[in-house]
């Protein structure tokens, strides 16, 4: 049972809640169930607006660049404030608080709101390239277990479902200069973190204690979050850093096959389907295919093409046979053929995007690309271009850097100023 408390008449008073249960259409981490943006067939709004398909929006206290995620009619969002809030006049670093937020998916009513000050002396600096995300850009992951959150210098934490921090583990202390954004992934009874900005490894711990229980150190400048690969009854843990794509036994660590990569730092996180990685980024702009299922060096045997297209920033999405991504700066969006790499369309958003740095997600045949600051483009998840809308609310003039969450064909999507409910 889950106790909460309740105000009435001058008197808080506790009372209990059934326990939390899973739903079908739960989007409990980033990226969703299947960590590539696959909505399946959920029905959403191509048009909206701030008069238009707004179920609700909620003020943010605060700002972040981490994406929603939906457990058991519950929301969660990470969100930071009392510094970095202006460039011009960030305040003092000592006041920086991270939070986790708790609301209600069909109302946006806050349940509860916990803040955090673990380690805080220790974060960047707030400038340049931390200034485009901030303190919060690491998504949470949720189970029946509890709420898992990644705070970068503040460590990996739990919370219960009531709000309550069980464990915090502080991984590492270093910063870098683009900051950090990797978001937590649940295995088994492991939640595995890559903390390369911090401590320059994947690390596993108890989801019970918070206790480390692998460590794997090969990681070389890698911003993505890992990604479980169905393999013959199996899983790999894949990620992709500089020069070398790896898959590791998630419930071990131990390196199960590497590959030749891309050579220059990687901020999108690899997608898997049918036992294929896809693999996009740097700033050279690369897109590799691999077979999973390998042991050692496979880059001969299982690296099936290269492709001289990519993303510095956003991941990509799979859909009927193709791969969809955008470009982060040119705004630009690529379809490719995702058994030989060809690229079917390369084409410029009109009125240009600006950055894109969420990552898309498919739903019902339309893939959703979401801006910085120039609003959100709706395609038809075809090899052929078409754009069937650009969405702007007006009234929010604010950053949008977290990738949509979908549930119950509901989207949800967070700014700097609000979170958005956004359905027919």
């Not at 305040?91 to 708790?102: A, I, Y």
């Not at 045949?365 to 090899?383: C, E, H, I, N």
């Amino acid at each position: 049972m889950i106790r909460t408390a309740v105000f009435f008449c001058g008197f808080w008073f506790l009372t209990a809640l059934p326990a939390l249960a899973a739903a079908p259409t739960d989007w409990p981490q980033f990226r969703g169930p299947t960590q590539d943006g696959d909505a399946q067939t959920a029905q959403l709004p191509v048009e909206w607006s701030a008069d238009k398909s707004l179920v609700w929006r909620k003020e943010m206290p605060g700002f972040g660049a981490s994406s929603p995620v939906v457990f058991g009619g519950r929301l969660y969002v990470t969100y930071y404030d009392g510094y970095g809030l202006s460039e011009e006049e960030p305040g003092e670093k000592q006041n920086l608080r991270r939070h986790l937020m708790c609301l209600d998916k069909d109302s946006g009513q806050v349940i509860w709101d916990e803040s955090n000050d673990e380690n805080v002396e220790k974060a960047a600096d707030y400038k340049g390239f931390i200034a485009l995300h901030g303190f919060a850009s690491s998504t949470p992951v949720v189970d029946d277990t509890g709420i898992y959150v990644y705070y970068g210098t503040g460590g990996a934490a739990c919370y219960s479902h009531d709000g309550k921090l069980q464990w915090q583990k502080v991984l590492g202390d270093k910063t870098h200069a683009f900051g950090t954004a990797n978001s937590p992934v649940l295995y088994e009874d492991l939640v595995i973190i890559n903390g390369f900005v911090e401590c320059g490894a994947i690390v596993a711990l108890d989801k019970k204690t918070g206790q480390e229980r692998w460590r794997f150190d090969q990681v070389n400048r890698a911003w993505n979050t890992p990604c479980l690969v169905a393999v013959d009854g199996k899983h790999e843990l894949v990620f992709s850093s500089e020069g070398t794509i790896r898959a590791l036994d998630p419930a071990t660590g131990k390196e199960l096959w590497f590959c030749k990569g891309i050579d220059d730092y990687i901020c999108p996180s690899v997608i898997a389907h049918d036992g294929i990685v896809y693999a996009i980024g740097a700033r050279k702009s690369t897109a590799v295919a691999i077979k999973a299922g390998g042991e050692g060096d496979v880059s001969e045997s299982h690296r099936l093409w290269e492709q001289g297209k990519g993303s510095n920033v956003s991941s990509p999405v799979y859909y009927d046979g193709n791969l969809y991504w955008a470009s982060e700066g040119k705004g630009i969006v690529y379809c490719a053929d995702a058994k030989t790499g060809e690229i079917k369309y390369e084409e410029r958003l009109e009125p240009r995007p600006g950055r894109i740095y969420a990552s898309p997600i498919v739903a019902d045949g339309k893939l959703y690309y979401v801006s910085r600051d120039a609003g959100a483009f709706v395609l038809p998840a075809k090899p052929e271009f078409s754009l069937l809308a650009h969405n702007e609310i007006s009234d929010d003039d604010s950053i949008f850097n977290g990738s949509p969450a979908v549930s119950g064909g509901k989207m949800y999507l967070r700014s700097n100023k609000f979170l958005y409910c956004i359905a027919k």
